[in-house]
C-alpha cells in the first residue's frame, strides 16, 4: 500500500503543535480562535486552516468543539488515515482512551503508519489490554529498524508491567534500550520497578545512566530523588530534588519532597 505524503504532513503539524501544558495555554486566545473561525467560515473548504483550528482548539482544551472540526474533515475524506489519528490524539488528549482506541485503530486499517500503529500500542499498554502484543508485533513486521523496535519493546514492557509481569518487563525493558538507547521512557519504567522492589542500588545505576545520554532529563533526577530519599541519603536526595526545580520550575512532585525534607 502506498504511503500518503498529505497524511504524514498533517501528522508532523499536528505533533509539532501539541506537545505541551504550557503549548495549551499559549494557544488559549479567544482573538486567535475568532480569527481561525473566520478563515475557516470564508474558506469552509480549505484543509489547511481547519486543521490549525483544530490544533488551536485541541491546545486549547476545548476538545469537544476540536473534535467537531475532526469530524467535518473525516466527513469529507473517511478513508484519510491522518484524519483518523488526529482525532485519536484529540481524544486521547480529553481522556477519551476508548474513543481514541476506535480512531487510531480506524486510521491503521486505512495505513498503518509507524505513529498510529506506536500510539495504539501505548493506548493498548497502558489498559492492559493483551491487543498490545498484536499492534507491537505488527510494528516490528512494518518497521524493523533499530529505533521502532526499541519502541515495541518498550510498550511490550509497559504492557507486562501493568498485568504484574515484571520479570518478563526487566527484559523487554533491557531489549528495548538494547535497541534504542536514548528512549528516556524505559530508563524510568525500568527503574521505577527496581524502586518499587526495594533494589534502590540497581535503580540508581539506571537512572544515573539516563541523566548520563541526557543531563536535562528532569525525571531522572527525580527518580534519584526518590532512591536516595528512600535510603535516608537526605543530602543526595535534596540535591538531585533541586536539579530537577532547575530544570522543570513546573514539577510539583520534587517541589513536595523538598518541603518533606526540609
Same mark, same amino acid.
Given at each position: 500500500?502506498?504511503?500518503?505524503? =498529505?497524511?504524514? =504532513? ?16 499559549? =494557544? ?20 489547511n486552516f481547519?486543521?490549525?483550528? %483544530?490544533?488551536?482548539?485541541?491546545? /486549547? ?15 469529507? $475524506?473517511?478513508?484519510?488515515? /491522518? ?16 474513543? /481514541?482506541?476506535?480512531?487510531y485503530n480506524?486510521? %491503521?486499517?486505512? +495505513?498503518?503508519?509507524?505513529?498510529a500503529l ?27 529498524? @533499530?529505533?521502532?523496535?526499541?519502541? &515495541? ?5 509497559? +504492557? ?33 520497578? +527496581? ?22 532529563? &528532569? $525525571? ?20 538531585? +530534588? ?14 513536595? /519532597?523538598?518541603? @518533606?525534607?526540609?
Amino acid at each position: 500500500m502506498k504511503k500518503s505524503a =498529505f497524511s504524514f =504532513f498533517f501528522i508532523g503539524f499536528f505533533f509539532i503543535a501539541c506537545t505541551s501544558k504550557e503549548e495549551k495555554l499559549k =494557544f488559549f486566545n479567544s482573538a486567535y480562535l475568532d480569527e481561525l473561525n473566520e478563515q475557516v467560515s470564508k474558506n469552509p473548504d480549505s484543509t489547511n486552516f481547519r486543521l490549525k483550528l %483544530v490544533n488551536a482548539l485541541d491546545s /486549547a482544551a476545548m476538545y469537544k468543539e476540536s473534535l467537531a472540526q475532526m469530524d467535518k474533515l473525516i466527513s469529507k $475524506d473517511s478513508l484519510n488515515n /491522518a484524519f483518523w489519528f488526529i482525532k485519536g490524539q484529540v481524544q486521547e488528549h480529553s481522556a477519551d482512551t476508548p474513543n /481514541a482506541i476506535i480512531s487510531y485503530n480506524r486510521s %491503521v486499517k486505512i +495505513y498503518p503508519t509507524a505513529n498510529a500503529l506506536l500510539s495504539l500500542a501505548n493506548m493498548y499498554a497502558e489498559t492492559r489490554n493483551p491487543k498490545t502484543l498484536e499492534v507491537c508485533a505488527a510494528i516490528k513486521e512494518l518497521y524493523p529498524d @533499530r529505533e521502532h523496535l526499541g519502541d &515495541a519493546m518498550f510498550f511490550e514492557g509497559v +504492557y507486562h508491567t501493568r498485568i504484574g509481569n515484571k520479570e518478563k518487563a526487566v527484559d523487554l525493558f533491557n531489549a528495548s534500550i538494547n535497541f534504542n538507547y536514548t528512549l528516556m521512557d524505559t530508563y524510568i519504567e525500568l527503574g521505577s520497578i +527496581y524502586y518499587e522492589e526495594k533494589k534502590h542500588a540497581e535503580a540508581i545505576k539506571i537512572f544515573q545512566t539516563a541523566a548520563s545520554i541526557n543531563n536535562t532529563y &528532569a $525525571d531522572a533526577y527525580y527518580w534519584l530523588g526518590k532512591c536516595f530519599e528512600a535510603m535516608n541519603y537526605k543530602d543526595s536526595a535534596v540535591f538531585n +530534588y533541586q536539579k530537577v526545580i532547575v530544570l522543570d520550575k513546573n514539577f510539583k512532585e520534587a517541589e513536595e /519532597a523538598l518541603k @518533606r525534607l526540609k
